[in-house]
């Protein structure tokens, strides 16, 4: 009797399976081997910058935190996409807009960011992270900030 699938045809099937992982890899090693000062400058935004660019529609702002911590607080504007939920989420975003990523500090917007570069997006992460955000728009800042975007 013969088996039901061809040595051939499994290892083929298997390399199927492994293949998007090894094109990620191949683009992450990508990304590392063209990182230079001016990708280090280009990854962050700060709350200030952010808050302009938000003004002119041009950013999605994309909170990564996990739903606990965003229905324990959040910004009044903005998308919550928990960092592992991420990679099942990516057709939320849209690819005409720069993506910038944000958490309390900055580490899981770092990582979320990284991703999505390799994945092809323009993408930054909020280094100053939202709670900088948070100290930036306070009082009268906050309502022309808000005064501004929902025209």
């Keep these: 009797m013969r088996p039901l699938f061809s040595l051939p045809l499994t290892l083929f099937a298997l390399a199927l399976l492994l293949l998007p992982a090894l094109v990620r890899a191949e683009k992450l090693d990508d990304y590392l081997a063209g990182f230079d000062y001016q990708e280090r400058k280009e990854m962050k935004i700060d709350s200030k910058e952010l808050v302009e660019l938000l003004k002119k529609g041009e950013v999605q702002f994309i909170d990564i935190r996990f739903p606990e911590e965003y ?43 990284h991703y999505l570069v390799t994945r092809g997006y323009r993408a930054r992460y909020l280094n100053d992270g939202l709670l900088g955000l948070t100290e930036l728009l306070r009082g009268d800042k906050a309502r022309d900030f808000i005064k501004t975007t929902t025209r």
């Design 71 to 113: 229905a324990a607080w959040r910004m009044g504007f903005g998308k919550n996409i928990p960092l592992n939920e991420l990679p099942s989420r990516l057709g939320e975003l849209d690819k005409n807009k720069l993506i910038v990523t944000a958490c309390p500090h900055y580490d899981r917007a770092s990582l979320a960011r």
